[in-house]
């Protein structure tokens, strides 16, 4: 068991909040039509992305997912510029023109979300590798859904970082579901860590609601991985409580099924942990999520106040 800072567990909850907030505003933002696009929620899933995110070190990276807001403001992203970008205005991450699946901040770590299932699993055996051959003691944990380890380009990815020990974790956050199927329809195993045992490289199984393990295994994993034992595979089981997409009719699960989850809430979890073991007080916690809601209506304000793309920019960041 890793000692975990009363800061770092009081950042780790900030966050958790902070992701929540953030994406309620922007299911709220969407039914209302001001995000363009689609946007992939992750209420739900809070403590299985930042709760490994801060068991890295600062400098350490990240490839994100469509369904990546947790993942990258686990990160310590800049909450203005993610809401802008959102809005599709000129001060966000992409000049207001990637939207909700393309967020990147290089400069902290975050080498970019990504439209493409699996797509970033080739991106981060490439980053472990020139962390590799420069020896900057950096590791890379490359997130990725349940779906997405039936890509061919999973298994590339875990043949090739095997092969050549690359300080690489690969996180996978199964929330049971890719879209609509359901896991036990889509492969004949119980548990995507088995899939470890092909490549020579351990796999481990943690509980993705549960803050405080997610950041001690996950610390200890990255541990493992920066000494040059090569890769490992993280299955973090968790569930998101919201549909696939904004489009997502849900008919595939029950309402019975989503209200068990809800019950074993990631942040209400973890806000009983710090109570229990005296880490905090109510009145300090209470705090830590109005300041959340706060920022995140800060980062509103931000983005509201931000200008358009210019037109003649238009053809700017463009590949024809």
């Known amino acids: 068991m ?25 299911s709220y933002f969407f039914a209302r039509g001001m995000v363009h696009g689609t946007t992939h929620l992750s209420i739900g899933q809070e403590a299985s992305s930042v709760g490994a995110c801060m068991a890295l070190n600062n400098d350490d990276l990240i490839t994100s997912t469509h369904r990546g807001h947790s993942q990258v403001i686990g990160k310590g992203i800049d909450l203005n510029k993610m809401m802008a970008e959102l809005l599709g205005k000129y001060t966000g991450y992409c000049k207001g023109k990637g939207g909700s699946m393309h967020i990147a901040d290089v400069d902290a770590g975050n080498l970019g979300a990504n439209g493409v299932v699996g797509g970033g699993h080739g991106i981060a055996v490439g980053a472990a590798l020139t962390q590799q051959m420069k020896k900057t003691g950096k590791v890379v944990l490359c997130f990725f859904g349940d779906g997405a380890s039936n890509e061919g380009s999973f298994h590339e990815a875990l043949n090739l970082a095997s092969v050549w020990k690359l300080p690489v974790i690969f996180y996978c956050e199964n929330n049971l579901y890719g879209m609509s199927v359901p896991q036990n329809k889509a492969m004949n195993i119980k548990n995507i860590a088995d899939r470890a045992k092909s490549y020579g490289i351990p796999g481990h199984i943690i509980d993705g609601n549960n803050a405080v393990e997610v950041y001690n295994r996950t610390k200890e994993i990255a541990k493992y991985v920066r000494e040059g034992n090569g890769p490992v595979l993280i299955e973090s089981k968790t569930y998101r409580w919201l549909g696939h997409s904004k489009s997502d009719a849900q008919i595939y699960r029950s309402k019975e099924e989503v209200e068990e989850w809800k019950s074993k809430c990631p942040i209400k979890q973890l806000r009983n942990y710090i109570i229990e073991n005296k880490i905090s007080t109510e009145e300090e916690l209470d705090k830590i999520e109005n300041n959340a809601r706060e920022s995140i209506e800060k980062a509103v304000e931000f983005a509201n106040n931000s200008p358009n793309p210019p037109i003649e920019t238009i053809t700017e960041d463009v590949y024809a």
């Open 2 to 26: 890793i000692d975990i800072s009363k800061e770092t567990i009081l950042e780790m909850y900030k966050r958790m909040n902070e992701a929540r907030a953030f994406e309620e505003k922007v």
